[in-house]
């Protein structure tokens, strides 16, 4: 901590600091750099330092030698806008504690919400006694495809990635949450013989693309200096190139009845159920919004071919 004022006493000889002093000022030190949660981050940070979770902060242990210039040196980092995921290398999703690294796109809050609707057809699939088929395209650490797989016993998770660095991070998180049956490819979604095997027998198809436009660069050092921009820029004047992608991908992989669960920004609501429409594979194209209520997620179903359901004339 540079700040005047906040960097506490050192050493065998210095009066002792109370684990509360130390994290006030690292949170005033985050709070003055522009960190949005500076109290929960100062707290993560003194749980990385001192090998502990969060709540075991609640009775403070008492603090090792060297505490503080360890500490001091977590809080530099983050008050630098390093991603506090990276620092400590780890994010929770969902139910899952899941390993983080730069390189690799850091998982969002929001992302659970478009999970659920793929668990549910999951879980609703496997309750009719049917072993469903959940592709999740675009996966960087593996967060929606682990959280299928975890959350759903029995259903069979394919997760696919262009980047290597996030294939073999996804792959890591499958054995350390124990899915290690997920199948981990590398591909380009943007590949027509895209898992060519499982065409037209997928049950649900679930991505969060890189979706950004490119005159929309994110304001937040964490995301625009640490995300990698393949992750992040969907390409086209519209960033919508990739998730266009994922929808081709979609209408070949799915099964008639199958369902597409897609993330997208704010403002690509309409466009992104004008994609799965002009495709003419997809039906019930709808919206479904974020915990904030605002419109981030394209749902789907992939129509039956022509004739297919339709009762005998
Ligand atoms: N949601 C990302 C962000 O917060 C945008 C890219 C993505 O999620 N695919 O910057």
Redesign the pocket.
Known sequence: MSAPGVTPPDGPDAPAVTLRAYVDGAARVLAEAGVGSPRHDALALAAHALGRDRVDLVLPPPLPAGFGAAYAALVERRRAREPLQHIIGRTVFRWLTLHVEPGV?VP?P??ETVAQPAVDEARRLRAAGRTPVVVDL?TGTGAIALAVATEVPGARVVAVDLSAAAVSLARRNAQAVGAADVRVEQADVRDPDLLADLAGTVDVVVS?????PPDAV?T?PE?RDH?PDL??Y?GGADGLDVPRAVVAAAARLLAPGGLLVM?H?EVQDGPARDVATATGAFTDVVTAADLSGRPRTLVARRVAPAGVGDSPA
Do not use: H, K, M, S
């Open positions: 796109f969002r929001e992302t675009c969060n693309p890189p979706y950004i994110p937040d995301v995300d992750a992040l969907g993330e920004a």
